[in-house]
């Protein structure tokens, strides 16, 4: 590793103060103490260690999540050195036409942002998959009244805190609001990070949630989990449903799917780089067709993503009356 790397590994703590004084032990929830380069947990019968590596907090119970320490060291490593390549790959992937359209987080997120404001001057915000900027993100970062807590299970340009949806190391009512986009796909148990989030949030605090219905797997292994909009619904019952819909569309979802055979065909990785140009300089236009279908009722049941918005609440959705919930076209 390069010497600036290494001094990278010992920088200081980019998660604000009053935010660590809400940190918690994420196998025994007690509180945690900071000594060097490590975050100790103060129940006796706990006393965990938890690394900051390069000033972000591992906070992963090694226990119950599918990831270890060790690999998030793995990869912190190889993201700090390789920080030159990233930038030459997301340079070429910028020149090829996007075949994926997010039609709604931007007015959601900017909807979310004025009720946060609403409920509090300086709102709190936990975002889960956050190591990378997600769609329609660029309002909410740049307001200066809203802290961000930009989470995620390994290393990105924006992660501040390494933890595992599954145990989410902060005390109850940490937050105004928490935000997960294309999160819930990638975890092993949905329910459970749902009544995570519901956990950390406030009375009344808010949750946007986007997640795949129409789509292939994608980041290999770590890939679980579709859900349709009424599936979507039932994961967040301990919400009240301020919105919800199709964000991506059928075009979309058409055209993954078009790529997606064609990638089926090779394991090559070269081959599967030129089916993927390919595929995208001729299915790229596809998306433009959500313009037009994102609302209709049979987009919502042919959608590539759908998106969820609510607010915590003391009681369950029946699954009764989950299903007079449907907007679909069947
Ligand atoms: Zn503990």
Redesign the pocket.
């Known amino acids: 590793m390069k010497e600036s790397a290494k001094e990278n590994l010992r920088s200081p703590i980019r998660i604000s103060q009053s935010v660590q004084e809400l940190l ?7 509180r ?1 103490e900071q000594a060097d380069q490590q975050f100790k ?3 006796p ?4 260690l938890f690394p900051i590596i390069a000033g972000v907090p591992v906070l992963i119970n090694e226990e119950s999540s599918i990831f270890s320490i060790d690999d998030i060291k793995a990869t912190t490593q190889a993201f700090l050195g390789d920080l030159k390549e990233h930038r030459v790959k997301d340079f070429i992937r910028r020149l090829v036409p996007k075949i994926s359209s997010n039609l709604k987080a931007k007015s959601k997120i900017a909807q979310m942002e004025e009720l946060l404001l609403d409920q509090s001057d300086s709102p709190r915000v936990l975002v889960i998959g956050g190591g990378i900027l997600g769609p329609g993100m660029e309002s909410l970062t740049q307001n200066a009244a809203i802290e961000l807590v930009d989470s995620d299970v390994s290393f990105g340009p924006r992660t501040i805190l390494i933890c595992d949806a599954h145990a989410i190391p902060f005390e109850d009512g940490s937050f105004d609001g928490v935000i997960a986009q294309s999160v819930l796909e990638h975890v092993v148990d949905p329910y459970r990070c749902s009544d995570e989030i519901h956990r950390v949030l406030k009375d009344q605090g808010l949750l946007f949630a986007e997640t795949p219905l129409m789509q292939q797997v994608h980041a290999g292994r770590y890939d679980f989990t579709r859900f349709t909009h009424l599936g979507h619904r039932r994961l967040f019952r301990r919400f009240e449903e301020l919105d919800s819909g199709a964000a991506s569309g059928p075009g979309m979802a058409l055209a993954w799917s078009y790529q997606h055979f064609l990638l089926s065909f090779t394991t090559s990785k070269r081959l599967r780089m030129v089916l993927r140009l390919f595929s995208s300089l001729t299915a790229f236009w596809l998306k433009y067709c959500d313009r037009f279908l994102i609302d209709k009722p049979g987009a919502l049941d042919a959608a590539s993503a759908v998106y969820f918005m609510g607010r915590k609440s003391g009681q369950v959705l029946l699954d009764r009356d989950l299903v007079k919930g449907y907007r679909g076209a069947g």
């Open positions: 918690r032990c994420p196998r025994c929830h007690a945690l947990c103060t129940n019968e706990c006393t965990a």
